[in-house]
């Protein structure tokens, strides 16, 4: 079974600048999150999707970043204008809960992650 | 606000030696589950154990053991003979009783020394 599948995996910009980052989820996962892991942290939640809603983005900076999911299964996440403390790595995760009949393991299955260096 | 405390940041032992990570963790929620995850090096994070509120049984998978006391509020993760494979950044964190609003601790970064 393919795991998630993020890109890029590093991406260097110029503050100011935008970027995007693409994630596709294990297929059939219905929830889709992205995380950002400052170097030193924990991952933070920025936002949950529940196949193409939202189910928490409370913690995404609205003035400069934006998710969708638009079909429910891959997403993008873009920042624009990047600022110096983006820099980060981005992590996608998915998971099978939702729906119907489904087993909900409470695992989150990760990506590799983007990591991005805003200068 | 839900929120996971490891106060560890960094802990190097040496091989086969026994180690404990340390989770404590805050959420006024009676249903809640706690996990943790490993991230070893390359950057993926990987699933070790899911634990729900009201299941406080320890659990043994190998020579991992986890041991959850909420009189404490503590989901603490014990490692027994490790080895130098174990080396990476471990995780705890704590999600509602939907599993959404997953928070994760700052990590304690464990070295394995041969």
């Known amino acids: 079974e393919a795991g998630v599948a993020q890109s890029p995996r590093y991406k260097i910009i110029e503050k100011r600048q935008s970027v995007a980052f693409w994630c596709n989820p294990i297929?059939?996962?219905?929830?889709l999150y992205w995380y950002q892991q400052i170097l030193g942290q924990g991952p933070k939640l920025l936002i949950q999707?529940?196949?193409?809603?939202?189910?928490?983005d409370s913690q995404l900076p609205k003035d400069r970043f934006s998710a969708e999911r638009l079909k429910g299964v891959d997403s993008t996440l873009k920042i624009q204008p990047a600022k110096l403390e983006d820099s980060a790595v981005y992590l996608c995760?998915?998971?099978?809960?939702?729906?119907?009949?489904?087993?909900?393991?409470?695992?989150?299955?990760f990506g590799e992650g983007s990591r991005l260096t805003v200068l | 606000a839900q929120k996971v405390t490891q106060a560890q940041t960094e802990i190097s032992v040496v091989e086969k030696e026994d180690v404990t990570l340390d989770c404590v963790y805050e959420?006024?929620?009676?249903?809640?589950?706690l996990f943790w995850y490993k991230q070893p090096p390359s950057g993926e994070l990987v699933f070790l154990i899911r634990?729900?509120?009201?299941?406080?049984q320890n659990e043994i998978s190998g020579r991992y053991s986890w041991n959850f006391q909420k009189s404490t509020s503590s989901f603490n993760f014990t490692i027994t003979a490790s080895q130098v494979v174990d080396s990476a950044v471990y995780f705890c964190?704590?999600?509602?009783?939907?599993?959404?609003?997953?928070?994760f601790g700052a990590g304690t970064r464990l070295t394995v020394k041969p």
């Open positions: 959420t006024r929620d009676t249903t809640y589950y």
């Open positions: 964190a704590l999600s509602d009783a939907n599993n959404n609003d997953m928070r």
């Open positions: 634990r729900n509120s009201f299941d406080e």
């Open positions: 297929s059939g996962h219905a929830t």
């Open positions: 995760a998915s998971s099978p809960k939702g729906g119907s009949g489904e087993l909900n393991t409470g695992e989150l299955f």
């Open positions: 999707f529940q196949n193409n809603g939202v189910v928490d």
